[in-house]
């Protein structure tokens, strides 16, 4: 291979990978940032919601980065196949990982409703619940990094447990708040938070479909993957 092919392969690899580096950094912190949101609002710990709220302004600037790295790469390096469906992949994914973040901004932004004295016996469903949509963004960003499609499809296949502890909770807080309507403002937002770990999951699923069609160039079976989530525009309302 000619010394100028071989710098220009060295330079594409270089760009992949601080692509896959910037990516990966962006999902530990909205990972991060969703168990972070839990515990203060198991805790009322009103120092580290307004930490989460103000750090959220770091993974706005990781998705600007990885899109302008992303779009250099295709310009300048025209990549083919597999290499340009894995640059867009991670345009696309940086804005769901950027909506993640905003979920859990969403989360801390309600910490301050609730007191050190709060008892709401359902409000201890949130942590497992929110366990499990951090291990998915977890699990699915690892995917991405080793383009494991089949480690794609098993993030989607733990969404259905996700949707089983939304519908407890849900039920849940309604029977709560019909016995008492002192309880209606809390448990009204208890169900927002819940929402947000819903769709939380939801953006988890569609990363793997984003995975999986990177790394095979197929899309998976809509029976699989149910319906994708939509992003809203602007920040999420629940």
């Avoid at 819940?194 to 069609?213: C, P, Q, S, W």
């Amino acid at each position: 291979m000619p010394r100028n092919s071989e710098h220009t392969v060295s330079a594409f690899d270089d760009d992949i990978g601080e692509l896959r580096a910037l990516v990966s950094e962006m999902g530990g912190l909205a990972e991060t940032a969703i168990g972070d949101a839990i515990h203060a609002l198991i805790r009322h710990d009103l120092e580290t919601a307004s930490r989460i709220i103000d750090e959220d302004s770091r993974i706005d600037e990781l998705e600007s980065e990885v899109e302008r790295l992303a779009v250099r790469l295709i310009a300048l390096r025209a990549p083919m196949a597999n290499d340009l469906r894995e640059a867009v992949a991670a345009i696309k994914i940086a804005t769901v990982l950027e909506r993640i973040g905003d979920y859990a901004k969403n989360i801390a932004k309600r910490v301050p409703i609730f007191d050190h004295r709060t008892d709401i016996e359902p409000l201890s469903i949130l942590p497992s619940m929110a366990q499990i949509v951090q291990e998915m963004v977890h699990n699915v960003l690892d995917a991405f990094a080793a383009r494991d499609a089949e480690a794609a499809k098993l993030v989607i296949e733990r969404d259905s447990a996700v949707d089983d502890f939304y519908d407890s909770l849900f039920r849940a807080l309604l029977t709560y708040m019909m016995e008492n309507s002192h309880n209606i403002t809390q448990s009204t937002h208890l169900l927002f938070i819940a929402k947000n770990l819903e769709r939380v999951g939801d953006h988890a699923t569609n990363i793997a479909e984003m995975v999986y069609f990177a790394a095979t160039g197929d899309y998976l079976d809509d029976r699989l993957v149910g319906e994708a989530p939509a992003l809203e525009a602007g920040e999420p309302e629940a």
